[in-house]
């Protein structure tokens, strides 16, 4: 099929270049002109393993192109996903005037019916304001527009793999359109691709399910899946916290809880909590629909209170063993808001790196893929490739995001490096015996404190 995605961000991107490399059409295209002539001189503008050799295939095949002239990707395809972004207002309402934009250019410069596939997580009901908004935008164009809602589940740093092996395709319609989508999806359905994670190894059974629904309830599902995952963390974070006050290890109790089906163990890494475009905002969002219909969904907002003490936390384990702050040297481990991407937005890494500076901190900071983005919103860290250079003369290394790298750093030679061995580690990435064994100080959530006799007495 002839398809058009508007927005090239994380999800458009994504969602373009895996549609193309599974035999469709594709158009991508965004008002961004500079990401336009990034893609078209073949430079991929994020982070996201397997993305740039998705699109190198798709390129070569000849499935997928990009414009900075929606109308041109509008007039060329059958269906269109709008995937632009619907970032949070004041309020903690989604500000959907990107899609409100897309609409009207859809209305205006489309020349036949089309299939619009909001793919932008979105507040419940807004396909329907959306096709109101296509009807209003193209009155006495004699064309229609018929709206699905499906919301994509994709995580940043596995995007790729998520989109060719997902649990679930969900697909919300008012009408008939479930069979174009079912058309759409039909290589991942059928297991017709060639996988580019695991080549010939993943076999070809068909994995996922096409869950056809209405509008609102698929826009609803993905609100309610996105929070009841913020709210697992946040548990595991309380519990975590207790866990230090009762002397109990957080990591042997969430791995216990997880073994329980019902339960389930991914979601449930305690630390400095979820960051990201998604989780914070999609939370905010769906408290703030909750409210407008007079449902006070309190636990979802203590969800988010006890997210935002994470930081407030993890500043008070740096206290706890470094006393003062001010005037010290400071290695931060990871500027990411998680592993596998270089995606800093609503980073809690960024945060920690505001509170050290606020104290005057001398914060030297690593990434593996994220510095260039750091940098161009907190110039006033010192940024390092080589995380060993990082930790030189540091008198803590505060980790912040879970990359492997980080715990299979090796600590003897960064131990060496340090003016004190201190580690203290927001993602309860490292072993407290190993570190012990290494002869560390070390502070994480929820387990063992190692080293504490030098800790301050104060907390
Ligand atoms: C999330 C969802 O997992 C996706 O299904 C969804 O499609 C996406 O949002 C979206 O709405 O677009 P993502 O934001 O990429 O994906 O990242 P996650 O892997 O969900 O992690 C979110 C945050 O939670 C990260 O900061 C991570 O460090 C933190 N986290 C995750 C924990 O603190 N503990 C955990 O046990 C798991």
Redesign the pocket.
């Known amino acids: 099929m002839h398809l058009a995605v508007i927005g090239c961000g994380y999800?458009g991107l994504v969602t373009g270049a895996c549609l193309a490399e599974a035999g469709h059409d594709v158009v991508c295209a965004d008002v961004d002109a500079a990401r336009i002539a990034q893609l078209n001189a073949g430079i991929v503008p994020i982070y996201e393993q397997y993305l740039d050799k998705v699109l190198v295939s798709a390129r070569e095949a000849g499935k997928i192109s990009f414009t900075a002239d929606a109308g041109e990707a509008i007039r060329c395809s059958d269906a269109i996903f709008i995937c632009v972004g619907t970032p949070p207002k004041e309020n903690g309402d989604a500000d959907l005037s990107a899609i409100d934009n897309v609409a009207r250019q859809i209305a205006t410069e489309a020349r036949s019916c089309k299939l619009v596939i909001e793919k932008s997580?979105v507040p419940a009901r807004t396909g329907l304001a959306l096709r109101q908004a296509l009807t209003a935008y193209s009155r006495g164009s004699g064309l229609t527009f018929r709206v699905v809602s499906n919301p994509?589940?994709?995580?940043?740093?596995t995007a790729v793999e998520d989109f060719f092996h997902p649990d679930r395709i969900v697909v919300g319609v008012e009408d008939e359109s479930a069979a174009e989508m079912r058309e759409i999806y039909r290589p991942i359905l059928e297991h017709k691709f060639r996988c580019p994670v695991h080549q010939d190894s993943c076999g070809s059974a068909p994995s996922a399910q096409l869950l056809v629904t209405t509008v609102n309830s698929a826009e609803l599902i993905?609100h309610a899946?996105?929070s009841f995952?913020a709210l697992k963390?946040s548990y595991?974070n309380v519990v975590a916290d207790l866990c230090e006050k009762i002397g109990a290890d957080v990591e042997e109790v969430t791995h216990a809880m997880g073994l329980d089906p019902r339960i389930g163990g991914?979601?449930?890494?305690a630390?400095?909590?979820?960051?990201?475009?998604?989780?914070p905002k999609?939370l905010q969002a769906f408290v703030h629909l909750a409210g407008t219909v007079g449902i006070d969904f309190e636990i979802l907002k203590a969800a988010e209170r006890v997210n935002k003490q994470r930081i407030d936390r993890f500043v008070d384990k740096v206290h706890q063993a470094l006393w003062v702050v001010k005037g010290k040297r400071l290695a931060i481990l990871g500027l990411a808001?998680?592993a596998g991407?270089d995606d800093i937005r609503f980073s809690?890494a960024l945060d920690v790196a505001q509170r050290m500076l606020a104290e005057g901190a001398e914060v030297h900071a690593t990434d593996p893929v994220a510095l260039s983005r750091a940098k161009a919103v907190l110039p006033q860290l010192t940024y390092h490739d080589d995380p060993y250079e990082a930790l030189h003369n540091a008198e803590a290394a505060l980790i912040c995001t879970?990359w492997n790298g980080f715990r299979d750093l090796d600590w003897q030679r960064a131990g060496k490096r340090m003016a004190r061995r201190l580690v203290i580690d927001g993602r309860n990435l490292c072993s407290p015996a190993h570190m012990r064994d290494l002869d560390f100080e070390y502070f994480s959530f929820g387990r063992e404190l190692v080293g504490a006799s030098l800790a301050h007495a104060a907390h």
Do not use: H, M, Y
């Not at 994509?152 to 740093?157: A, I, M, S, V, W």
């Not at 991914?266 to 890494?269: D, K, N, P, V």
């Not at 630390?271 to 989780?279: A, D, I, K, Q, S």
């Open positions: 999800v997580t994509e589940f994709l995580r940043e740093g993905k899946s996105n995952l963390i595991a991914q979601f449930l890494r630390g400095l909590g979820f960051g990201g475009f998604c989780f999609d808001f998680k991407t809690p879970e």
